[in-house]
């Protein structure tokens, strides 16, 4: 009572400031991210608790990625305040000023890898690429590495790969290669290109979202592949014949930027700053497998400890795994994406 | 208004050559008429078609920094993948268009010899996959085509083949999906041309001695070839669009036009890049529009001159 009491109070504080603005304008953002079970996650962890503190609503819409957010700004019609995106697309577009300037003062950096830290973009979640390989073909004997993977011999089986994202392919192409983790990184593109050549021809599907990697796993389309850990968790907990580990698993974060030209810009920033706080970000695991980009989180307690090992962003997990770096997929992509669909194509 | 005095003129100078600048002025008058009529339309296709299309060749002409360049184009000459897609492209819609003629043809022409009661039930049969969505139908072959999907695994059990048949994740099963999905469209106007040919036609051609064989081949098959002709034109350029069967049913190694468009469009930063595929394929689809008209002649392609 007190409470809708207090709101009311507010609106009309509102009205009376400032008759031209609209006082329901004023206390709501709009949010995109990639919609399905992520968001609904999202919608627990960070959205309705952010907009229970703020005193404020929260409107949700969902977003394809980058060409969204080009469209919008260059078009002049930003309909968003927040939206998410892959840590390359935020590089991205970073670098074509896409973006309003984050202000630090209000969003605490301290817990988020300095890497996914920017003047316009910050780092909110990871996905991480893992192998996943059937139990019924493999036993518990399945491929554990990617060089494993690369091994026919050993390991005949069908096999399926990422051929939309250039970036996690050719990461694990590296690794496969026999480079250490903490040295994937600069890529170098043609050393992995010939390893995915390799491979090429042994690839019975090249998956283009992740829906369909998990329909190929399956359904027993393919034997392993690659695939998104939530996918691969989700497959899991359904009962599917699977393994799969977080060793030399491809760490790939998200970000959320505030669109340039946004209309609720201050807002939008104290409401990012609520997502990436420890307190919120420890609430993600609770409810999907995409685990926090604050690792402060960890040390909330609000994680349960037998949680915390299946969490790809947990300090222990982050080890294995090799950190994609934006930046130099920024610089990169586009001839790395040209030329690795020449090859996949061939 | 002007149509009614148009033909109150007409009847009151039927000896018209004396009122032949009369009736100029007339006929003028009415096709000016006509054109005020037409200019809502006009309009609309103007707005609506010419404009963006003019955009999107002009948007085409810009590379990344904003300069004119022929960049968006020579792209495709510098990286083999893209004149792949070109050359996937219209294999599959080639192949695809074919299927669709085999099964269409012979469905299309039991169709039209059928009661007018028992056809419209089997009409309703070819329309109904019409209300399901594209998407719902292509999963639905990818159940039934995977390794271990249904067809694999009966044939598998009735010891047809001791291995499954690729016919998921390949060129195969994205024909099959999209031969599904088309089929409508090349067998409702075939249909409904067949549904004109006269009768007496195919009689009188019997009664003057002609085989059955005979009749179809000289008779019938000419007679049908507008409506498979604009059926055949539909489809196939419908297939050189098409995104969702091809991006589910390819296992990635189909990739079609429509494919590398949305792929581009999110790669590059500017739209030019996108919008020179979009350009490519519109100028492709007109060249072969205007290919089948004039291989085919004004009367077999229907999509102009039904009338």
């Not at chain 1, 690659?226 to 989700?234: F, K, L, V």
């Not at chain 2, 955009?55 to 792949?84: C, H, P, T, V």
């Not at chain 2, 996108?274 to 072969?288: D, E, N, Q, R, Y």
């Amino acid at each position: 009572m007190t409470k809708r009491l207090c709101i009311h109070g507010l609106a009309i504080a509102g009205l009376l400031a400032s008759a031209t603005v609209p006082a329901s304008a004023a206390d709501t953002i709009t949010v995109a991210s990639w919609g399905g079970t992520y968001q609904e996650a999202q919608t627990k962890a960070f959205f309705d608790p952010t907009a229970k503190e703020l005193g404020i609503t929260i409107k949700q819409d969902t977003t394809n990625g980058l060409d969204d957010v080009r469209l919008q700004v260059t078009g002049n019609a930003v309909k968003w305040d927040i939206t998410e995106l892959g840590a390359d697309e935020c590089a991205r577009g970073s670098k074509e000023g896409l973006f309003e300037k984050l202000d630090y003062n209000v969003i605490d950096k301290t817990g988020i890898n300095p890497k996914l830290v920017h003047d316009d973009w910050v780092g909110i979640s990871y996905t991480s690429v893992v192998l996943i390989y059937r139990t019924d073909v493999f036993g518990d004997k399945g491929p554990k590495t990617w060089a494993d993977f690369w091994d026919v011999q050993k390991f005949p089986g069908r096999r399926a790969l990422s051929g939309s994202q250039a970036t996690e392919t050719l990461s694990v192409a590296a690794l496969a290669k026999g480079i250490p983790i903490d040295k994937v990184y600069p890529v170098d593109i043609d050393g992995a290109l010939q390893s995915v050549d390799k491979v090429k021809g042994h690839i019975d599907a090249w998956w283009t979202s992740g829906a369909q990697a998990m329909q190929l796993v399956k359904d027993g389309e393919v034997d392993m592949a690659s695939i998104w850990n939530g996918r691969a968790g989700t497959l899991k907990k359904s009962g599917a014949p699977v393994s799969f580990s977080f060793d030399q698993g491809v760490l790939t974060a998200d970000c959320m930027v505030i669109p340039k030209g946004s209309k609720n810009k201050d807002l939008a920033m104290k409401a990012l700053a609520k997502f990436v706080s420890p307190d919120l970000q420890a609430n993600l695991p609770l409810y999907v497998d995409n685990g926090p980009a604050n690792e402060k989180a960890f040390e909330t307690g609000k994680i349960p400890p037998e949680r915390i090992k299946d969490i790809n962003s947990s300090p222990e997990n982050v080890k294995k795994q090799v950190l994609q770096d934006p930046a130099f997929w920024r610089d990169t992509l586009v001839e790395a994406t040209e030329k690795f669909n020449n090859l996949i194509q061939q | 208004m002007s149509l009614a005095s148009a033909s109150l003129d007409h009847a009151s100078h039927r000896d018209g050559v004396i009122n032949a600048d009369a009736l100029r002025a007339d006929a003028r008058r009415e096709s000016r008429g006509m054109f005020a009529l037409l200019s809502p339309g006009l309009f609309l296709v103007f707005a609506v078609i010419i404009v963006p299309i003019g955009w999107l060749f002009w948007l085409s002409l810009f590379d990344e920094s904003g300069q004119l360049s022929a960049a968006n184009y020579a792209r495709f000459f510098d990286q083999a993948s893209y004149i792949k897609t070109f050359v996937t492209t219209f294999k599959v819609a080639f192949t695809v268009t074919g299927a669709c003629v085999l099964l269409g043809y012979p469905l299309a022409y039991m169709l039209s010899q059928l009661p007018r009661r028992a056809a419209s039930i089997c009409l309703i049969f070819v329309i109904l996959p019409f209300w399901t969505s594209v998407l719902v139908r292509t999963y639905a072959w990818l159940v039934i085509l995977q390794r271990k999907g249904l067809v694999n695994t009966w044939l598998m059990d009735l010891g047809v083949i001791s291995q499954p048949l690729p016919l998921a994740n390949n060129f195969a099963g994205v024909v099959i999906g999209m031969t599904h999905i088309m089929l409508p469209f090349l067998v409702l106007p075939l249909y409904a041309s067949m549904k004109t040919i006269d009768a007496d036609c195919l009689r009188a051609g019997m009664n003057l001695g002609a085989s059955p064989a005979a009749t179809f081949r000289q008779i019938f098959f000419p007679l049908s070839l507008p409506g498979l002709a604009s059926g055949l034109v539909i489809v196939f350029v419908l297939c050189l669009g098409f995104f969702v069967t091809p991006a589910l049913m390819g296992g990635g190694k189909v990739i079609m036009w429509a494919m590398r468009m949305e792929q581009t469009t999110s790669l590059y930063s500017n739209w030019g890049a996108g919008a020179a595929l979009g350009v490519v394929l519109l100028a492709v689809t007109l060249a072969l529009l205007g290919l089948f008209h004039w291989l085919l002649g004004t009367r077999a392609t229907g999509v102009w001159s039904e009338r």
